[in-house]
Antibody, heavy 120, light 107 residues
Framework: EVLLLESGGGLVQPGGSLRLSCAAS????????MNWVRQAPGQGLQWVSG????????YYADSVKGRGTISRDNSKNTLYLQMNSLTVEDTAIYYC?????????????WGQGTLVTVSS | DIQMTQSPSTLSASVGDRVTVTCRAS??????LAWYQQKPGKAPKLLIY???TLETGVPSRFSGSGSGTEFTLTISSLQPDDFATYFC?????????FGGGTKVEIK
């Protein structure tokens, strides 16, 4: 069974930083594209960032480019998202999502999400 | 960026109804479209990808169609478990983008 477990969310002041983690199990982690998708309270879904299985290729939404860094440790089956210079607009539930076997750009498994609240 | 527009934003229907949700892309995305279902407090669930391919385990009452810029998600006979919000997502070009969602409510 595929399991994705996010952690690292919480309350942070504007301008602060957070590192989100996603621990994966139940599948060969290093062979799958992984992504972060977020959802502001009561709002729709927004793709944040993606990373290839090897970690060598990364993609970012404009809203986090320059402030966010996606990475992965395949020896630990863990995905990360480092977010800096946080603003209130970054307040959201952050989900990690696994690409399906045919395309890393659609996501067949999701974690339960971790809530990031940016507020003074 | 490719804009994805869903309609309607809210849909009221009864159990057994045939339901159709529309998603329009601001430019040609070929068949690179997925549909997700999300229930309150839960993560999204993949229903359909490549416009019409049903994800494993998804009931056959769900179907998808379309190509280019116009797509539809159809639920042939709405079941109690189907009351949820549905999102389309294009994956033709980065940044990957979603529609605003369609909430299917009980009539």
């Amino acid at each position: 069974e595929v399991l994705l477990l996010e952690s690292g969310g919480g309350l942070v002041q504007p301008g602060g930083s957070l590192r989100l983690s996603c621990a994966a199990s139940g599948f060969p982690f290093s062979t799958y594209v992984m992504n972060w998708v977020r959802q502001a309270p009561g709002q729709g879904l927004q793709w944040v960032s993606g990373i290839s299985g090897s970690g060598g290729t990364t993609y970012y939404a404009d809203s986090v480019k320059g402030r966010g860094t996606i990475s992965r440790d395949n020896s630990k089956n863990t995905l990360y998202l480092q977010m800096n210079s946080l603003t209130v607009e970054d307040t959201a539930i952050y989900y990690c999502a696994k690409g399906n076997a045919l395309s890393g750009l659609v996501w067949d498994s999701w974690g339960q999400g971790t809530l990031v609240t940016v507020s003074s | 960026d490719i804009q994805m527009t869903q309609s309607p934003s809210t849909l009221s229907a009864s159990v057994g109804d045939r339901v159709t949700v529309t998603c329009r892309a601001s430019q040609n995305i070929f068949s690179w479209l997925a549909w997700y279902q999300q229930k309150p407090g839960k993560a999204p669930k993949l229903l359909i990808y490549k416009a019409s391919t049903l994800e494993t385990g998804v009931p056959s009452r769900f179907s998808g169609s379309g190509s280019g810029t116009e797509f539809t998600l159809t639920i042939s006979s709405l079941q109690p478990d189907d009351f949820a919000t549905y999102f389309c997502q294009q994956y033709n070009l980065y940044p990957l983008t979603f529609g605003g969602g369609t909430k299917v409510e009980i009539k």
